[in-house]
């Protein structure tokens, strides 16, 4: 059972941590954590919603239309679960808030044990078509939120590696990539679902399982996509098909989602931001996949925003060309965009990339919502230098 709520923190806010590789922004560490704290502020009295139960959190979808009625999807779920606990401390009520995000998960389970990945936010009820079913980085997410919880707090430890076994049984493909979904085809993945900080950190606590399998195998996705079709970018499709072979491909315009899925779009965009996190953590050695390809996509980014953020296209061809054409025309400004580009920014080392995206993370330039302003706040954490490991702590 979870420890009580009234638990002290064992990791308050701010722990600061020291990075391995790259450059931090510039400015006093009390003015980064300030930063931080505002912008919880701001996100919490948002996005983060006592409901659907009298023991239950969500984190609202307002201003996305990701989920009916502003409801959770497992995606925000899991990020509300990784926020909060890193903010505990600051945030005197995080324990009760997190049992409640953690509540909402478990009263939603699709039949393998992991959420539900869309929910109405009146109803509190799946409404997506065909059997309920969970999407990988909600389901990545959660599990590596348990772990941060049970660092904290204690007494999550049965939990997670419940969560963790049901995980590796259904979204983890038989070589060891990533599926999209519970319940997908073993041959494809989302390369923003390669949050390789979580795996090795799910490596260091759930001994059971073979995670360094799917950290080689994601890793060798990486680099044999990238070498066969943006060697000089480092740029990532929102979906990869053949990924059970050694010559993973972009998945078709229309495989999924259609934005077009076979270059970056509102998925990919967030590759810089995990591959960053993982090297700034693990360092050049440990996390050399992940730096090198960081490195790539910040340099491409940069250069094709000329080192502005706020001009970081959400949709981007794999050859660091703008993409601005039918399903997307005009769909070129988010501010997600070049916020996710922050942690691969300061793994590269460059200072005035890396401060120019700081600066932008204390605005909101183009009004936006629930997805903006939340991978916004894991950057944020991340950037001031306040992410710590669960796996060393």
Not at 206 to 226: G, L, S
Not at 325 to 335: C, N
Not at 365 to 386: N, R, S
Request: charged share 20%; hydrophobic share 35%; aromatic share 10%.
């Amino acid at each position: 059972m979870p420890a009580s709520a009234a638990t002290p923190a064992a990791f308050p806010f701010p722990t600061h941590v020291t990075y391995k590789v790259g450059v931090t922004p510039s400015g006093s560490q009390s003015s980064k954590d300030a930063a931080v704290e505002k912008a919880y502020n701001s996100w919490k009295s948002t996005y983060l919603i006592h409901g659907c139960a009298s023991n239950e959190y969500y984190i609202s979808t307002k201003g996305d239309g990701d989920a009916r009625n502003n409801g959770p999807v497992s995606e925000g779920q899991g990020y509300g679960m990784n926020i909060v606990p890193l903010m505990a401390g600051y945030d005197t009520n995080a324990q009760t808030e997190f049992n409640g995000l953690w509540q909402l998960v478990k009263d939603h389970e699709d039949q393998y044990g992991l959420m539900e990945w869309q929910l109405d936010g009146k109803t509190c009820k799946y409404y997506s078509s065909g059997t309920p079913d969970g999407a990988t980085d909600g389901d990545l997410d959660i599990g590596y939120g348990l772990i941060l919880a049970d660092k904290q707090w204690g007494g999550y430890a049965t939990a997670a590696k419940t969560w963790l076994a049901d995980f590796y049984a259904h979204d983890v493909a038989s070589d060891g990539h990533l599926k999209c979904e519970d319940d997908g085809p073993s041959t494809d993945t989302r390369p923003s679902d390669d949050m390789l900080d979580h795996l090795r950190a799910f490596a260091a606590y759930d001994p059971a399982h073979d995670w360094n399998k799917v950290i080689k195998r994601m890793e060798a996705i990486t680099t044999e996509f990238t070498s066969a079709h943006s060697s000089s970018s480092g740029l990532m499709s929102d979906f990869v098909v053949n990924a059970d072979t050694t010559s993973p491909k972009p998945a078709p315009a229309d495989y999924q989602e259609d934005q077009p899925d076979n270059i970056v779009g509102y998925n990919s965009i967030r590759v810089p931001w995990h591959l960053g996190t993982d090297a700034l953590e693990n360092g050049t050695t440990t996390a050399a996949v992940s730096y090198a390809t960081a490195v790539k996509e910040s340099k491409c980014l940069k250069s094709f925003s000329k080192g502005k953020p706020g001009s970081v296209w959400p949709h981007m061809n794999l050859n660091c060309t703008g993409f601005d054409s039918a399903p997307d025309v005009g769909d070129t400004q988010a501010e997600e965009a070049g916020d996710s580009v922050g942690p691969a920014a300061m793994a590269s080392g460059d200072q005035a990339w890396t401060d120019a995206i700081w600066n932008q993370l204390s605005t909101n330039p183009f009004g936006d919502g629930y997805y903006g302003q939340t991978i916004k706040m894991l950057v944020y954490i991340v950037m001031a230098g306040d992410y710590w490991n669960p796996a060393t702590a």
